[in-house]
Structure formats: structure tokens, C-alpha cells
């Protein structure tokens, strides 16, 4: 087998381990290619030599890379990312690309999602009436800086209801994943802090806005604390283990585990996303993580008085901001 043999079979390799388990890679390799399937299994044979068009298109589409392949060493990692803009990966594809990438974990029976949760995680804002247009706008004004958003002040009407329903699509999709999340008691303070900044700086068309959005996120809290208590939401499938630490600050990196696959996502500048399937540097994240959670306090299903402390002082949180807004 010849260099070049070895590199387009590992190269294939990272795209049959994007494909869900009962999807045909001959299949996939055909429809994407526009090839005859003879043709796809000759790609996968080592046959025939894959054009750079099409490493690129495979790359696009499944978000893998050569990168690391022409490598040396594992000391480069190879990202896939999009940066959010205005014009063209808007706000409604970067929601669109959150579904399609929790999607990707539905067809796998053994699958799981770690989560180590800088803010609460954003997929459960969607699902409460006011807080999910809240956070939808704050990205769009205070990040993005998206011009129909400009010096007009929060109002849930100014957010299109496609996007609301496509955030409590993301939310049921999150809520129905088997997933660890890890939490601290700094978990709370940022979406605190978005909400205290509005009401100083007047940025709520309604007054009473701000301590209606506390009263959504105590519920919110309260939601999650009764999944905490079963383990899981609607369905025992559903795992949920969440885990306290106090150990490191979190920086919101999301792992997902599909089998023997595994990709990794490291959010940077609040909305872009790093994304890789490099199988070291997922292994190395998995191990961080793993040892992240041995040295946290699980307080879902067991640890009853660790988890009651801890909800109360989130629900505490809020309420001494809605006192002061009030």
C-alpha cells in the first residue's frame, strides 16, 4: 500500500466515522460526489485516487480535515469553524448548525454529551417564553451588533418566530440527549449579570421585563432541578447527570461521544465555535473531562443535601437581583 493509499484511508476513515451507523458510506460517497456507487467503492479500495475537489467537498460536509493526517505528529490539531456574521453564517444558520450538530447524535444508541457548563447551558433558554427571545436579542445587539437591532430596546415581538421555533426545537433535541452536564456555583451569573446590564442601562422596552425574566429563570432552575432529582427528563433514556465542581473555572466545551467516535466543541468569542474530530486531541478532551467529573460532587439522583444546597442558593441569586430591580 502506497503513502498516498494510506492517507485517503484514513482520510475515509474520519468521514465513516461521522455517518451514522446505518448509512452506507458507498451510498453517502455517491450522492455527495455525484459518482456511480462502482465508482464510490473504488474511492474506498484505493482504486482511485480522490481529486482535491473532492477531499474538499468531503471536508465540508462532514467538517473533517487532511490536516492532521499530513502531520507529523499530533502536535496539530486541525478546527473546523464558522465565524458568525451578518451576511453570510447569519444568527438563523448558526441556530440551524446547533440542531444539525444535535442531530448527529440521534441515530447512535450509545451516545452521550458532556457539557462543562460556563453559563447554563444556552439550549435550555429556548424552551421559556421570555428568556429565550432575551438571550436571542442580546446576542444579535450586544454581540453581533446586527443593525435591525441597534438602539432599539428589548421587546420578545422584535424576535421573528422562526427563530423561537427553532430554539425550542434545539431545546427538545438537547432535553432528549443522555448528557452529563457540569456545573458551579458560578453557573448562574452571566445570564444574571445580561440581565442586570439591560435594566441599568434601560435597555427593556417594558419596565417590568427584568423581573419577569427572573421569575422564568427561577423556573427554569426549578426545571432543572426536578430532572436532577430523576436522573432524567420524560424518559429514563434521557440521562442526566449533573455534577458540581469547584475545582476549575468552566469554559463551556461540549464533547460528544457517538460509539467509538468522538468530536470535540470549544466555543470562543461567545457565539463562534471550534469544532474537531482528531481523534488524539477528543481523546486527551474526553480524559480532561472524565477527570473533571471524579473530582466533582454528583448532585442528581443521589447527594440530596449537596443538591438541595446548591439550587438554593441559585434560586437565592435570583431573587436578591429581582430585589434589587424591583
Not at 442531530?103 to 417564553?129: G, H, R
Not at 423561537?164 to 456555583?185: A, N
Request: one cysteine or more.
Amino acid at each position: 500500500m502506497t503513502l498516498t493509499d494510506n492517507i485517503q484511508s484514513a482520510f475515509l476513515d474520519q468521514v465513516k466515522r461521522r455517518l451514522a451507523p446505518n448509512l452506507s458510506m458507498a451510498d453517502e460517497l455517491s450522492d455527495i460526489l455525484n459518482i456511480s456507487r462502482d465508482s464510490a467503492y473504488r474511492r474506498i479500495r484505493g482504486e482511485t485516487i480522490l481529486s482535491l475537489d473532492e477531499v474538499k467537498t468531503l471536508c465540508n460536509r462532514f467538517g473533517v480535515s487532511v490536516d492532521s493526517l499530513l502531520s507529523p505528529s499530533n502536535e496539530m490539531v486541525s478546527f473546523h469553524y464558522r465565524v458568525v456574521d451578518s451576511k453570510h453564517f447569519t444568527f438563523d444558520k448558526w441556530l440551524k448548525s446547533v440542531l444539525h450538530n444535535l442531530e448527529m447524535l440521534v441515530p447512535f444508541t450509545d451516545k452521550q454529551l458532556i457539557y462543562f457548563a460556563k453559563d447554563i447551558p444556552v439550549f435550555y433558554y429556548f424552551n421559556s417564553p421570555l428568556m429565550g427571545p432575551f438571550k436571542m436579542f442580546f446576542w444579535m445587539n450586544s454581540v453581533l451588533k446586527e443593525e435591525d437591532y441597534q438602539d432599539v430596546p428589548f421587546s420578545p415581538d422584535l424576535i421573528p418566530k422562526e427563530l423561537v421555533t427553532l430554539g425550542e426545537k434545539i431545546w427538545r433535541r438537547y432535553t432528549e440527549t443522555p448528557r452529563i452536564e457540569i456545573w458551579s456555583e458560578e453557573t448562574l451569573n452571566v445570564t444574571l449579570r445580561q440581565i442586570e446590564f439591560y435594566h441599568e442601562c434601560g435597555f427593556f422596552a417594558n419596565p417590568q421585563h427584568a423581573a419577569q425574566l427572573c421569575d422564568e429563570y427561577i423556573l427554569l432552575v426549578r426545571e432543572i432541578r426536578s430532572w436532577a432529582t430523576l436522573g432524567y427528563r420524560d424518559k429514563p433514556e434521557n440521562k442526566f447527570h449533573l455534577y458540581k465542581n469547584d475545582l476549575l473555572i468552566a469554559d463551556n466545551t461540549i464533547l460528544f461521544r457517538m460509539g467509538d467516535k468522538r468530536v470535540t466543541f470549544i466555543p470562543y468569542n461567545t457565539m463562534n465555535i471550534l469544532t474537531t474530530s482528531q481523534e488524539p486531541f477528543c481523546k486527551q478532551t474526553e480524559d480532561y473531562l472524565v477527570n473533571l467529573i471524579n473530582k466533582s460532587v454528583l448532585i442528581s439522583t443521589t447527594g440530596e443535601k449537596e443538591r438541595a444546597k446548591f439550587f438554593n442558593q441559585m434560586e437565592q441569586k435570583i431573587i436578591q437581583l429581582k430585589n434589587r430591580i424591583v
